[in-house]
């Protein structure tokens, strides 16, 4: 059985650092991209951050370059999220998932359509 489960979001001061971890059963990293999505009140949700299948790429949404990493551990079968400087519109429901779609082209996984397995979200709010 796939899961996906998604831990760390709380509230945070503008300016501070979370680190989101998802955790991953039922299937191996190896053989999936994973990526973080996130969903703001009364908007769709987002692409925040891919990392390739071999962990060795990365690829980043506008909004958070130089902000946030992502990366994996593939012996805790484990992905994260590490925000730093964080911002009051970087509050949002992030969401984990995982994608077996193939392309050599990190920008092609923004695209929530390509995603087959989802978490169930952790919310993080950005508030003084």
């Known amino acids: 059985q796939v899961q996906l489960v998604e831990s760390g979001g709380e509230l945070v001061q503008p300016g501070g650092s979370l680190r989101l971890s998802c955790a991953v059963s039922?299937?191996?990293?190896?053989?999936?991209?994973m990526a973080w999505f996130r969903q703001a009140p009364g908007k769709d949700r987002e692409f925040v951050a891919v990392?390739?299948?071999?962990?060795?790429?990365?690829y980043y949404a506008d909004s958070v370059k130089g902000r946030f990493t992502i990366s994996r551990d593939i012996a805790k079968n484990t992905v994260y999220l590490q925000m730093n400087s964080l911002k009051p519109e970087d509050t949002a429901v992030y969401y984990c998932?995982?994608?077996?779609?193939?392309?050599?082209?990190?920008?092609?996984?923004?695209?929530?359509?390509?995603?087959?397995?989802w978490g169930q979200g952790t919310q993080v709010t950005v508030s003084s």
């Open positions: 990392i390739s299948r071999d962990g060795t790429a990365t």
């Open positions: 039922g299937f191996t990293l190896d053989y999936h991209a």
């Open positions: 998932a995982a994608s077996s779609f193939l392309s050599s082209r990190l920008s092609d996984y923004v695209a929530s359509n390509n995603y087959d397995y």
